[in-house]
């Protein structure tokens, strides 16, 4: 396991190569997986140069006591009423007159913050534009976190299981979805990780489905994507599942995509390039002549958040590392028809992958 201050150092090594002085970090998630502090207002700052006497976290006056019990010593902890002038202030002194290059993370730093910081800084601090390097680090998990992440697959496979004991059929899909985040919950999950998706029938061929007041019908599939959120860090997976006797078609689709998911997910391991693995699904599902009804991306990253780096894409330029957890999720989605989305979640290793999410594949019915 890494603690705060190892990966504030491989984060200050991140800066240095980029010729970056020091990092403003204001996105909580970052903020988190840096010092271990879990409030709702903090900023950390993290300096290239490891000789530099402190690391600096800032938060406001409520969060005193919490921030003394979370960080360690290797942050210098300070309490403002306004914490961005007062990460200006801290850089004011540093570095006597020579450039200070500041990274600031320009996907989460809004317009207003930025401006606010710009006209507080001295002028020989130089704003820079440096999104995505904590998570870049964040994509590789310890131990711990891998502990975590197969933790929270663990649970929301249990919850999964006593929710389909209770039936399918009848039952509206706000009722499953509910019925899922409950069951999570009680089981000790800290919340869902997302609003979990139950789409029975033609609704199946919306990737997002929002879950709808109408009851499930027997003899359709039924998609279920959920997930729980445990001790910070999230689990992702999806199934679907028969309600009852199936138009051909619709078994035909199913064994389909579980072909390609099943295809794709012996292709994960560590070196293997993003687009390539995505590519060994699309193949498959372009094959059977439903190419262009797999509309997104074959997987994402896992980790404190739930759609995190690397993508498995068309798109993407990731090569995957050992100790990286993605999602593999191959979909078809016939429109005004029926759609089908089976995902696993799995650490990358050096020759392929453990796979964390364990209910099966084979066609189940549940009535
Ligand atoms: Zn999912
Ligand atoms: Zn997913």
């Known amino acids: 396991m890494s603690t705060p201050t190892q990966r504030a150092d491989r984060l200050g090594d991140l800066l240095a190569k980029r010729d970056l002085h020091a990092l403003l970090v204001t ?3 970052n903020v988190r997986w ?3 502090f879990t409030g709702s207002n903090g900023l950390a700052l993290v300096y290239a140069d490891r ?7 800032l938060t406001d006056f409520r969060y005193l006591t919490q921030a003394a019990e979370q960080l360690d ?7 403002a009423v306004e914490i961005l002038p007062a990460a200006a202030a801290a850089l004011a002194g540093a570095g006597d007159d020579r450039t200070i290059r500041l990274g600031f993370d320009d996907a989460s730093l809004s317009v207003k913050d930025h401006g606010t910081l710009a006209a507080r800084l001295a002028n020989n601090v130089e704003l820079v534009a440096a999104g995505g390097l904590v998570e870049r680090l964040r994509a590789v998990k310890d131990a711990g976190e891998l502990d975590k992440i197969r933790a929270a697959a663990k649970l929301a496979d249990a919850a999964l299981t006593e929710v389909l004991g209770r039936g399918l059929v009848g039952r509206t899909e706000r009722d499953v979805a509910l019925d899922i985040e409950v069951t999570m919950r009680k089981a000790g999950a800290e919340a869902a990780s997302f609003p979990p998706i139950v789409a029975s029938g033609e609704h199946s061929a919306l990737p997002h489905a929002v879950p709808r007041d109408v009851a499930i019908p027997a003899g359709t599939l039924v998609t279920i994507d959920w997930g729980a959120q445990l001790d910070g860090y999230a689990s992702d997976c999806t199934r679907t599942y028969a309600t009852g006797e199936l138009d051909p078609r619709d078994r035909e689709i199913y064994e389909l995509v579980l072909r390609a998911q099943e295809t794709s997910l012996a292709a994960v391991r560590a070196g293997a390039g993003g687009r390539e693995v995505d590519a060994v699904a699309r193949e498959i599902i372009t094959a059977a002549g439903h190419g262009e009804h797999f509309g997104h991306g074959l997987g ?4 404190a958040e739930v759609h995190e780096g690397p993508r498995l894409s068309q798109r993407s330029d990731s090569t995957l590392a050992t100790g ?7 979909g078809v989605y016939v429109p005004g028809a029926v759609g089908v989305r089976i995902e696993d979640l799995a650490v990358v290793t050096d020759d392929g992958c453990e796979v964390l999410t364990g209910l099966p594949k084979q066609l189940q019915t549940i009535a």
């Open 34 to 36: 840096l010092t271990g």
């Open 324 to 330: 990286q957890v993605v999602t593999v999720e191959p």
């Open 300 to 303: 994402h990253g896992v980790g």
């Open 73 to 79: 010593d290797g942050w210098r902890r300070e309490i």
């Open 27 to 29: 996105n909580l998630v």
């Open 51 to 57: 000789a530099h006497p402190q690391r600096l976290f």
